[in-house]
């Protein structure tokens, strides 16, 4: 559906040229919700502005359904109302003197994608029902709060029947409440429609939530393409890893064994393929906590040096001998008060991400 090859995107900076995409490759399947993750500055708008036509590459080739829409060898260049595009923006970007029935319809009354004057209505409150918003059709848009307004730009997109819709941080002017409601929404529209979707966030929580596939970005490149599950489980390096929630990191080396030892102890965990100087990586969610002893690999004792409680979940801070403490995050039981106690903790070896130095 989306095919990306080779693109770079180039911006003017003031020692030359800074490059914002290097030779990226990517491709969504049809009607997959596809999120590209990356820190701030990582290129994730770029690449959207790229597939819109709002910024145009330096080089490679984009199609979408088997559409060339750019190609830099082939000196293509399809305009950005031509791609058959919805998009949703961080700034809900409604018209403040239309109703929301007028902000939907704009799209299709005027410009290139304009339909027979008699079938707008339905259009229009079709793509409304399906954000739940078609009571509001003839309210001002200044009267809707902003997770209304977020809707109404998404039944906008929506009502235009795009090939793709590109959403770049669509709920980030939202609270947190109204944010996983909107999400909740966004999922349940697209999936229900059966568009494809590039999605830009920074939020990893978002991205798991929403993704079919997520592409980790960094520095105008992807570092990783996986299912969420995949993802967070076999991050393939420290810094995916890292970007998708806290990590505890040891230095470690591979011993004989193909056990590794770091300065809390020998850890087991999957070594295949592995020697000399790793890090090692424990989640805080992936360390277990227990008042005695299991006896089983992968524990060890500790003292716990802080102890916050947060709701639905305690999170400790663990000392360790050779100075090292590590962050644990487990579920809230009976409450136990559990500072300056002496515990141990244990990690499965399937959990412990390990990388080569
Ligand atoms: N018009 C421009 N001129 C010069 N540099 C630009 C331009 N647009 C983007 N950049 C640079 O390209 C890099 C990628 O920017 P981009 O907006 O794609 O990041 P992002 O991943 O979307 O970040 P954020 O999460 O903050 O939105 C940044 O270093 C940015 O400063
Ligand atoms: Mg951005």
Known sequence: MIKITQLRKEFPAKDGVFTALHALDLEVARGEFFVLLGPSGSGKSTLLRCVAGIDIPEGGEMTLDDRLIFSSAKNVLVRPEDRGLGMVFQSYAVWPHMTVYQNVALPLT?????????????????????VQMETYADRPVPYLSGGQQQRVALARALAVEPVVLLMDEPLSNLDARLREEVRHQILSVTKRVGVTVLYVTHDQTEALALGDRVAVMHQGRIMQIAPPNDLFNRPANATVAEFLGKVNW?????????????????????????????????????????????GEANEFGATVGAEAFLGEQIELLLKLPGNTELELHAPRRARVRWLDKVVYCRVDASEVLVYQE
Request: aromatic fraction near 0%; charged fraction near 25%; proline fraction near 2%.
């Open 110 to 130: 005027h410009g290139t994608r304009r339909i027979a004057t008699g079938k707008v209505r339905d259009r229009v409150m079709h793509a409304l029902s399906l």
């Open 250 to 294: 040891l230095d470690g080396s591979i011993a004989a064994s193909g056990e590794i030892n770091t300065s809390i102890g020998r850890i087991r965990a999957e070594t295949a393929g592995l020697q000399g100087k790793v890090r090692v990586g424990i989640r805080p969610s992936s360390l277990q906590v227990s008042e005695t002893s299991t």
